[in-house]
């Protein structure tokens, strides 16, 4: 039994990088010795929050309520600026909560969904999403004390927002992950550390699927593995440690971003004043990257309601709208055990991710400021496009298996497994395969 895991999510790797990755030192050293679960099926959506919410629990999205990146206002639905990001949100027990249970010491660093989590979390930097720097450019610590960092982090996080910057920005953003981390295990040596590179993800949004540019940011998270590996040998603690790197869903190229709103309120179910500002609505389709969730207005009558799911199905049927599939609540809970404050879901054709506006054109381009409209993206249903993939390496793991394909589900009790603790509201199992 290892006393430490050290939980690494390379946001948006997939297991078509590991053929490159495996030219890379740290990478080489961890799959070489570890053991690989190559295709890891993500949930739905396959969105950043969502998915860590379901990766430290072992529960699809509907039960965490973690559904979407974003909260949904349904008196302002355009308003997309707060993320879902704190660990109360979470409505379910968590790999944190269990490890602090077992009187373990748990660190974050950098790790969406854990902002506020300071009962469970002994070293904790939030991740600092842009929009809490909106108008406090200048007081960066404030912000981070606000949003839950714990005292004892501080002077660490100070040291790092000196040298790397505190917006979320890459790779400024990945190197702060990798010094706090690297840090907090030199110093504190925590029993769970989970952080979270994201720079893999940063690029394929900005350049597509597959690039240099993605290699060029696969070979820096190998670095930044590197210096927790160098952290690790430093605290001496190397031969009880186990080290994972998994990811939370894979990315596609998109080659158009359409509005089904657009065509709502030609339809004549979103209303609109002279400024093009939305008045009253009975059904509003807030985009969630490559899926759509669709949400009606309290006041839709049984009436629109029909109407507008008639409506999109047969755009739907048409494959001209960018979506291939709508989703009812029955099928989204059988499939994918997916439910929250929607009512239907709009899956990609493929090509396609999901615009809000209701002005023409219903079609536009790329927008790389939004990760929604990038060349890449994703939040599609978890069948689709490149998998995610998962490494574990240390004393409790086997070297040399390989597992073709697995769940994303299973990685919580999995990593409870190595850490000897119990997890009260996961679906999935540990994968006991790649145990010694
Ligand atoms: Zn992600």
């Not at 302002?76 to 707060?82: G, N």
């Amino acid at each position: 039994m290892s006393k430490h895991v050290i939980v690494i999510s390379v946001d948006a790797m997939v297991f078509e990088d590991l053929e490159y990755a495996s030219t890379l030192p740290s990478f080489a050293r961890l799959i070489g010795s570890g053991s690989v679960i190559e295709r890891v099926r993500s949930i739905y959506p396959t969105l950043t929050h969502p998915a860590h919410a379901s990766i430290i629990s072992g529960a699809p999205a509907g039960k965490t309520g973690i559904t979407s990146n974003y909260i949904f206002h349904p008196d302002d639905p355009k308003r997309s600026v707060e993320w879902r990001n704190r660990l109360d949100e979470i409505g379910c027990d968590t790999l944190l909560h269990a490890a602090k249970r077992a009187g373990l010491v748990t660190a974050s660093s950098c790790w969406p969904m854990t902002a506020g989590g300071g009962e469970v979390i002994d070293y904790l930097v939030p991740a600092g999403l842009n929009f809490y720097f909106k108008d406090r450019d200048h007081e960066p610590m404030e912000v981070f004390r606000e949003l839950g960092a714990t005292p004892s982090v501080m002077d660490i996080l100070a040291e790092g927002i000196e040298k790397y910057g505190h917006r979320d920005l890459h790779p400024g953003v990945d190197e702060l992950q990798a010094f706090v981390s690297a840090e907090i295990i030199r110093r504190y040596k925590p029993n769970l550390l989970l952080t979270h590179p994201s720079y893999v993800d940063n690029q394929r949004h900005a350049t597509g699927v597959f690039s240099d540019k993605v290699e060029q940011a696969i070979a820096e998270t190998d670095r930044w593995i590197g210096m927790l590996l160098d952290a690790i040998r430093d605290a001496g603690i190397e031969e009880e440690t186990d080290v994972i790197v998994l990811s939370d869903h894979g990315q596609i190229d998109i080659s158009r971003i359409i509005s089904p709103n657009f065509y709502l309120k030609e339809a004549g179910y979103i209303r609109v004043d002279e400024e093009g500002c939305i008045t009253s609505y009975d059904a509003y389709v807030k985009s969630t990257g490559a899926s759509a969730q669709v949400h009606f207005s309290h006041g839709a009558t049984a009436e629109s309601r029909a109407g507008v799911e008639g409506l999109l199905r047969e755009m739907a049927a048409t494959g001209s709208y960018g979506f291939e599939r709508v989703f009812g609540k029955e099928e989204l809970i059988e499939r994918y055990g997916l439910f929250g404050d929607f009512d239907l879901v709009l899956e990609t054709d493929g090509i396609s991710s999901f615009g809000e506006h209701t002005e023409a054109p219903a079609e536009r381009g790329f927008d790389i400021l939004d990760y929604r409209y990038g060349r890449g993206t994703h939040g599609y249903m978890p069948e689709r496009g490149a998998q995610p993939t998962f490494i574990a390496c240390g004393p409790d793991f086997k070297a040399g298996v390989r597992i073709p394909e697995g769940s994303i589900l299973n990685h919580a009790p999995t990593i409870a497994r190595a850490l000897g603790v119990r997890l009260r509201d996961a679906e999935g199992q540990a994968v006991e395969e790649i145990f010694r």
